[in-house]
């Protein structure tokens, strides 16, 4: 069954420099949501998506933005680059049904310099 | 969304023994409780979930307790095994989000 996919795999970047990172979910399914996870850390929430609008917006920099296009993939902007940004990035899909579970993408690494 | 405790955060135990994983939380509206699976470098995989009008689910060796009055609930791992080891991370919902707890890392020792 297809998955979601996230593009690229690893990214790395120099600080004060930008990053677009790119996810597709799974067809058919209309929420995305964008996760954050350091080292040894938990995944945390940073912004979903329904239907191409924003929905909830969790940790997320004000550095940072992200937007759903019409054809459900999204894409989460990163400027101005930290250390401190560097960490996996999670994308995840699932259907706007009460308490559909989760799928996630295989993420991002970034790593910046 | 409002904070999930995971306990312990990490655990280590002989194969073929039990594991037992508990987070407790207190946003009285969360009615959906998955537990997902982390390999290092790998997605969360989910493993098992559970909704608030169900007190206990199980897959094969794997189920899941809910106690929404005490707002609690276990994963329970029976004949563990060396591939069982990885971090687990329990989560709940808010809303149309989802939040974890802090993880779980569990060695499964041979």
């Known amino acids: 069954a297809a998955g979601v996919i996230q593009s690229p795999r690893h990214l790395i970047k120099e600080k004060r420099e930008t990053a677009t990172l790119k996810c597709y979910p799974i067809?058919?399914?209309?929420?995305v949501y964008w996760y954050q996870q350091g080292p040894g850390q938990d995944p945390q929430f940073l912004i979903s998506f329904y239907e191409k609008m924003q929905s909830d917006k969790g940790s997320i920099p004000d550095r940072f933005s992200a937007q759903q296009f019409s054809d459900y993939h999204s894409e989460l902007n990163m400027s101005s680059l930290e250390l401190g940004d560097s960490a996996l990035y999670f994308c995840?899909?699932?259907?706007?049904?009460?308490?559909?579970?989760?799928?996630f993408g295989n993420g991002t690494r970034l790593t910046v310099t | 969304g409002e904070n999930v405790e995971q306990h312990p955060s990490t655990l280590s135990v002989q194969e073929g023994d039990s594991a037992v994983i508990k987070c407790t939380y207190s946003d009285s509206a969360s009615n959906y409780f998955p537990w997902y699976k982390q390999e290092l470098g790998k997605r969360p995989q989910l493993i098992i979930d559970i909704r608030s009008n169900v007190g206990e689910k199980k897959d094969q060796r794997i189920a899941v307790t809910l106690n929404k009055t005490a707002k609690h609930f276990s994963l329970h791992i029976t004949e563990t095994q060396p591939e069982d080891s990885a971090v687990y991370f329990c989560g709940k919902n808010a809303g149309n989000m989802l939040t974890f707890g802090g993880g779980t890392r569990l060695m499964v020792k041979p």
């Open positions: 067809p058919r399914h209309d929420t």
């Open positions: 995840a899909s699932s259907l706007a049904t009460n308490n559909s579970p989760l799928h």
